[in-house]
Structures are given as structure tokens and as C-alpha cells.
């Protein structure tokens, strides 16, 4: 099992930045991927973007590519999202989730079997 607690949400005006943390307890995460995935209202769950923990090999959807960064912290066992230059189109609930790196493609949600609480964020334009 592994448990994940995401933090650091909020509201921010467009152009802000926040950084989403996620952090991970029960397992030692080497063989895992980390994912960040987003659900706007009325919408499907999306893609971010994620990070496979051994190499650091990282994997971003083309609507944040270039504003956001993922990262993460290996003595913390926490992933990090860098969001820049914030849109209102970004608002929505983030999901932290990890799956293991050889199972399924990191950009689909079907492949993740642990997932965090999610936590909110808010672009005011």
C-alpha cells in the first residue's frame, strides 16, 4: 500500500504560481511512478503530468508543458508541481497518484492504483 497526502492548494490570480506536494508513506517508491492528474467541474479526470522515481524520466500533457514542473524529493519521499503563469482554465481538484513504472502508460488514469485526497486550486482571472 501506498498512502499519499497532497498539499499546498489555493487561490491564486492568473499568472500566479502555487506548488502542489505530495507526500508518500508505505513503500519505498523505486519501482513506482508518481503522477499529478487534475478534474475541472464537469469534466473527466486529466492528465498533468508524472515522474517515475528511479530515474527521474518525466512526462508532461501539452497544456502545461513549459509552466509547470514536476519534481521530487527523495529523502522526503514527496513529489512536487511547480504551476507557473496559472490560467483560469487550470482550476479544478489535484490528484496525486502513484502506479508501478511498468504497468500502463503514465498518462492514463486506469493505470494509477493509489491515489491521494486531492486538493483544490482556483485561478481567479
Known amino acids: 500500500q501506498v498512502q499519499l497526502v497532497e498539499s499546498g492548494g489555493g487561490v491564486v490570480q492568473a499568472g500566479g504560481s502555487l506548488r502542489l506536494s505530495c507526500a508518500a508513506s508505505?513503500?519505498?517508491?523505486?519501482?513506482?511512478?508518481m503522477g499529478w492528474f487534475r478534474r475541472a467541474p464537469g469534466k473527466e479526470r486529466e492528465f498533468v503530468a508524472a515522474?517515475?522515481?528511479?530515474?527521474?524520466?518525466?512526462y508532461y500533457a501539452d497544456a502545461v508543458k513549459g509552466r509547470f514542473t514536476i519534481s521530487r524529493d527523495n529523502a522526503k519521499n514527496t513529489l512536487y508541481l511547480q504551476m507557473n503563469s496559472l490560467k483560469p482554465e487550470d482550476t479544478a481538484v489535484y490528484y496525486c497518484?502513484?502506479?508501478?513504472?511498468?504497468?500502463?502508460?503514465?498518462?492514463?488514469?486506469?493505470?494509477?492504483?493509489?491515489w491521494g485526497q486531492g486538493t483544490q486550486v482556483t485561478v481567479s482571472s
Open positions: 497518484a502513484a502506479k508501478r513504472t511498468n504497468y500502463g502508460s503514465p498518462a492514463s488514469p486506469s493505470s494509477y492504483d493509489y
Open positions: 515522474m517515475s522515481w528511479s530515474d527521474g524520466s518525466t
Open positions: 508505505g513503500r519505498t517508491l523505486n519501482t513506482y511512478t
